[in-house]
């Protein structure tokens, strides 16, 4: 999960991600965390590495990622 700052970079990463057919998907952030906009990009944790890539390639910042088990 990466989480975002602001909503403006959340919306940037969903867009470059689409753009780049990425895999993951918009989500509300997890009330366990308390940060940032309140958005996240949730993706499988072996896709980061790709993922924050491609943020920092396209000037996106974006918050802390982790790793959370969900459901």
Same mark, same amino acid.
């Given at each position: 999960?990466?989480?975002?700052?602001?909503?403006?970079?959340?919306?940037?990463?969903?867009?470059?991600?689409?753009?780049?057919?990425?895999?993951?998907?918009?989500?509300?952030?997890?009330?366990?965390?308390?940060?940032? *906009?309140?958005?996240?990009?949730?993706?499988?944790?072996?896709?980061?590495?790709?993922?924050?890539?491609?943020?920092?390639?396209?000037?996106?910042?974006?918050?802390? *990622?982790?790793?959370?088990?969900?459901?």
């Amino acid at each position: 999960m990466i989480s975002f700052q602001e909503t403006a970079q959340a919306l940037a990463a969903e867009a470059l991600f689409t753009r780049l057919s990425l895999p993951g998907r918009i989500i509300p952030l997890p009330s366990r965390i308390s940060a940032g *906009c309140g958005l996240a990009w949730k993706a499988a944790p072996g896709d980061q590495a790709v993922l924050t890539a491609a943020l920092e390639e396209n000037g996106i910042g974006h918050g802390p *990622c982790c790793v959370l088990e969900m459901f």
